[in-house]
Each structure stands twice: as C-alpha cells, then as structure tokens.
C-alpha cells in the first residue's frame, strides 16, 4: 500500500534558525496537504499543493512539490517560539484516502 | 458551526471491554475517516467511508468496527479492548474531493 516517509522525526532549533522538513511517498500522489498539530491539540491543515513542481508561500511558510509528485517539503524561515508543534504531511492516492507521514517535531528555544 | 465533534475526550477501558467513540460533524461533508495517533508513528488510518452507507479499511483496522448510516455520523466500535488499542483517536472529515481534512479534538484511550 501507499507509504509516506517524513524525516527528521525531529528537529530543535534556535529561535531565527531555519527549519525543513522533508516527506517521501512511495507513490506519484494526486495531492500532497500539510497539518500542523499543537502540543495537545489536534492537526490543522495549514495547505495544499497539487501541480508538479509547485511553491507556495505563508509569511515565512515555503511549500515546495516535487516534479514527480512523489516528494514535499516545509520549510520556515527564521522560526519563532509560536512555530512549536508536529508538522504533517500527508498525501492523496486514491479516492477517499488520506495517507500521513510520522510528522515532525519542532521545538524552537527561545 | 460545531465543525467534527468527538465524544469522549478521555476513556479509561478494560482489557475486553467493549465501546464506542463518538464523531458527528455538521458540515455536510461526504468524507469521514479514522485515525489513531501513537508516538513516533504519526496518524494511521483505521477506516474511512465516503458516503453514507460506504465505508473502507485503512492501514490499520483490526479490532475496529464502523458504519455510516448517516451522513452526519461515523462512530467507531472496538469490539473487544486490548492494551495495543492505547492511543489517541482523531475523527477527521472533507467535502468530495482532494479537499482539506477538519479534525476533531480527540478522544484519549487507555486500556488497562
């Protein structure tokens, strides 16, 4: 079945370090979306990207596609304590299903 | 809007127990799915469904039942609790399509 690999399982940064976090399907993916879950909270999607080879930004947020839409990227820029937290990715397949990688857990020290 | 509701927040359960969990949304989506949290493993699919009457097996459904009678509605029924089933259970639901998935807060599952 379709699989989604997700490195690094984590990451702890400086406060103004830049972080990156990197997802792998083992399958070309219809879509790929991005969640963010707050310690004790539950995944809330921050975005999605379809077309091969795309980027899109939020304020310090760059998403980035693959050209053969089988891999994704976050990354943030200058990270603030406000960035903690688990970032998902997860990818479409097939109709219906919503595949996640391991996340990736951010802790900024201030 | 209420958005997905799961119900309990917290449940404590023995070994063989039987229960279910509670998820109703109220936005008219089509798509409903499981998911179950644990550490280092991030969220595994148990079942989804796509409309009423219609559901499907994820990654992970042994030990768990489900059915959609209603659209609003997808409770999800372990038969016979066992401590592997520890975890948090996220509800999750999206309108047809390759759309964005809105959670629930989360139901946390000890099994002793």
């Known amino acids: 079945g379709q699989q989604v690999m997700q490195i690094p399982q984590y990451q702890h940064v400086q406060e103004g370090e830049d972080f990156t976090t990197y997802c792998n399907s083992s399958?070309?993916?219809?879509?790929i979306q991005w969640y963010k879950q707050r310690p004790g909270g539950h995944p809330v999607f921050l975005i999605q990207l379809v077309k091969s080879g795309e980027v899109k930004k939020q304020k310090r947020l760059t998403f980035q596609f693959g050209e053969a839409k089988k891999n994704s990227s976050l990354h943030i820029t200058a990270t603030q304590t406000t960035d903690v937290g688990t970032y998902f990715c997860a990818g479409r397949a097939s109709y219906g299903k919503l595949t996640f990688g391991q996340g990736t857990i951010l802790t900024v020290h201030p | 809007n209420a958005g997905v509701t799961q119900t309990p927040k917290f449940q404590v359960l023995k070994t063989g127990q039987s229960m279910t969990l509670q998820c109703a949304q109220d936005m008219n989506h089509e798509y409903m799915s499981w998911y179950r949290q644990d550490p280092g493993m991030g969220l595994r699919l148990i079942h989804y469904s796509v409309g009423a009457g219609i559901t499907d097996q994820g990654e992970v459904p042994n030990g768990y039942n489900v059915s959609r009678s209603t659209t609003e509605d997808f409770p999800l029924r372990l038969l016979s609790a066992a401590p592997s089933q520890t975890s948090v259970y996220f509800c999750?639901?999206?309108?047809?399509?390759?759309?964005?998935?809105?959670f629930g807060q989360g139901t946390r599952l000890t099994v002793v």
């Open positions: 999750a639901s999206n309108p047809r399509g390759n759309t964005e998935a809105f």
């Open positions: 399958t070309t993916l219809s879509n």
